[in-house]
């Protein structure tokens, strides 16, 4: 029997330390527990946002494993499954599939800048021999991009690869990326991993996100797109704002993912110190990144204001013009294709 295609929101979940610097498993269970009851369609571990570098290969099969049990098929779980080779990555997809995870992502080879012959001839090998449906990961910021013939052939000749994550924010390559797929895989699946442009590419025609903000608001995530794909527009780009000002505030005031790792904290969950060290200023940022994130999580009912109250009025709000402009950019060109 087919799968459903990947479909909402992933949360790339991250993972809470324990004081010696292991996996908490208890808070990790407490917190995908509160992701589920919040709403969020599916979770998204070992991705970029969850560190997955930053962890043994072991570790890696572990905390898929602890989500796997307690999530317990509610939810479809998306699972990282980069690893150093080829051969390494078609291990962790056998093992994944072991568990039952609904599929894999795997990004394109890192470190190397290798060309598109290359990238292909790598997922086509993951292809002939993974028992898992596979997502292919397009992150060029860190990893070698894969291109739209690239997408394209592997859509064409390769079952089991499903769906692609794209982390460029480049709402011009999705549309591309859909024309050239869709028509002879109508069931292939589109995720954006950029939060700031969520709305406009579910706009043009993407079937959901892997959003890093999710983990942490994740009511504001998935209200953003019951309205959008249910074309409350202006209702939705009021959401956006204030999801592009939240997620701008973690991803551009730290050293990624500590932002986000600062907003989770406050929403209750016992974070711990990362595995990556800060220096004494950068740990004083991050006491001053948290003061403004409780701020802004407070003006949407999800904590208290810090002591001392927050300050009035926000400059740094972002102009609803500029997103206007995209959002109906979007809609003009969906509706002069007749898809709107």
């Keep these: 029997m087919a799968k459903a295609p990947l479909k909402g929101i992933f949360t790339p979940n991250l993972i809470p330390y324990t004081a010696d610097g292991g996996i908490n498993e208890h808070e990790l269970r407490r917190y995908a527990e509160w992701l589920i009851e919040r709403g969020v369609h599916g979770l998204y571990p070992n991705g970029s946002t969850g560190e997955f570098t930053r962890f043994t290969p072991e570790e890696r099969r572990r905390i898929v494993a602890i989500l796997a049990d307690q999530v317990r098929g509610r939810v479809p779980i998306l699972a990282g499954a980069a690893e150093a080779n080829v051969k390494e990555t078609i291990a962790a997809c056998e093992y994944y599939h072991s568990l039952g995870i609904r599929a894999v992502a795997i990004v394109a080879p890192f470190y190397y800048k290798l060309s598109p012959a290359s990238v292909y001839a790598y997922f086509a090998e993951i292809g002939r021999n993974t028992p898992i449906d596979v997502t292919l990961y397009n992150i060029p910021m860190f990893a070698s991009p894969i291109d739209v013939p690239t997408i394209q052939r592997l859509s064409e000749e390769f079952e089991k690869i499903v769906a692609i994550k794209d982390s460029s924010g480049d709402i011009p390559n999705m549309i591309r990326m859909i024309q050239a797929v869709k028509p002879n895989r109508p069931d292939f699946a589109f995720l954006t991993g950029w939060d700031a442009a969520l709305m406009p590419m579910l706009l043009a025609g993407a079937d959901g996100g892997t959003n890093a903000s999710s983990g942490v608001v994740p ?45 989770v904290g406050l929403r209750g969950f016992k974070m711990g110190t990362g595995r990556q060290p800060l220096s004494d200023k950068q740990k004083t940022d991050i006491t001053t990144l948290s003061r403004e994130l409780q701020c802004m999580l407070s003006n949407h009912g999800f904590t208290d204001q810090p002591v001392g109250g927050c300050p009035i009025g926000d400059s740094s709000a972002p102009n609803p013009a500029d997103v206007s402009a995209i959002v109906q950019q979007v809609v003009s060109e969906l509706s002069r294709r007749g898809l709107m």
């Design 219 to 263: 009511e504001l995530t998935r209200k953003l797109y019951d309205l959008t794909t249910t074309y409350q527009i202006d209702a939705a780009r009021a959401v956006q704002y204030d999801l592009i000002k939240l997620f701008d505030t973690m991803i551009y005031s730290a050293e990624f993912p500590e932002g986000f790792r600062a907003a």
